[in-house]
């Protein structure tokens, strides 16, 4: 097969920071997690969350371990460095800065410039294109979202783009709205988790209420075929996750991802780790599985790259 483009749209840096390190650092700083008698099982998903949040809980821990902005600098480049080692031609990685001020009491300024920093570095060192997209979370409401957009847009050049993420269920779109028009307005570009712990319903007021331009994993928008066809209409496309999928049960199984209704109906899709060290995944295995385990044509994954490409965001 011929070499294919290594683009990760939807990859967190919460998520990517590596057990070596977080453990290091909880080492350092006497963290409770230094001592427990399995910390991986904490930090790693084992395919029995089931759910979504279980599964978040696991890219959380790893938060609050990291108390100092040098450990945001480090997670930032090291990120940066696995993504380069792993071969890949372009990432878009994504961090909340209002969870990481919540959880570690550091300006949330700070570490957006922290992060920036050490990215901007590693990029340029590494000759890997590096786009950065600023997630404000849901589960802290209407209210904070407001302030956490207001932060992103302190620090608008950072950004390529938002998102929005965190508890899908029971926090809908629509409460962000007003949050998400100023993000436009500054010119940002707009990605939103949905369909992934919530069904169409969500993908649909994702589009509506949020104009998103790319969905976070919205794998069950193939129940719906209207909405499949709307997105396939307006380009809108969908940011998949295959193994972290399985792990939320956002997708019942490789075999039977929804990738596959998806790519029949024509639906913009790509292939993304979502969260590297919790999945316990590469983008480039992420390839491999899509041909081996889910049973995509190589044709199928050719497109599927391509559009990777196409739909970054610049
Ligand atoms: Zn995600």
Redo the contacts with the bound molecule.
Sequence with gaps: MRSLPLVDL?R?LEGSIRTSTVLDIAERTGHPLATRSKPRTALVADGSEGGLLPYLDKVDVAIGVLTELDDWSRAAAEAVDDAFDDGLDHLELRYCPGIIAHDTGLPPEAVIDAVSDAVAERSARRGLPVGLIGIVVRHLGAESAEQQITTLLSRRDRFCAVDL?GDEANFPAQLFAPAFQKARDAGLHVTI?AGEAAGPESVWDAVRHLKAERI??GVRAAEDPELMEHLARHNITLEVSLTSNTQTGAAPSYAEHQIHTLLAAGVPVTLNT?NPRVSDVKLSQEHRAAVNEVGLAEDQLVQVAEQSVSAAFH
């Design positions: 939807h967190h993420a988790h976070g994993h979502d």
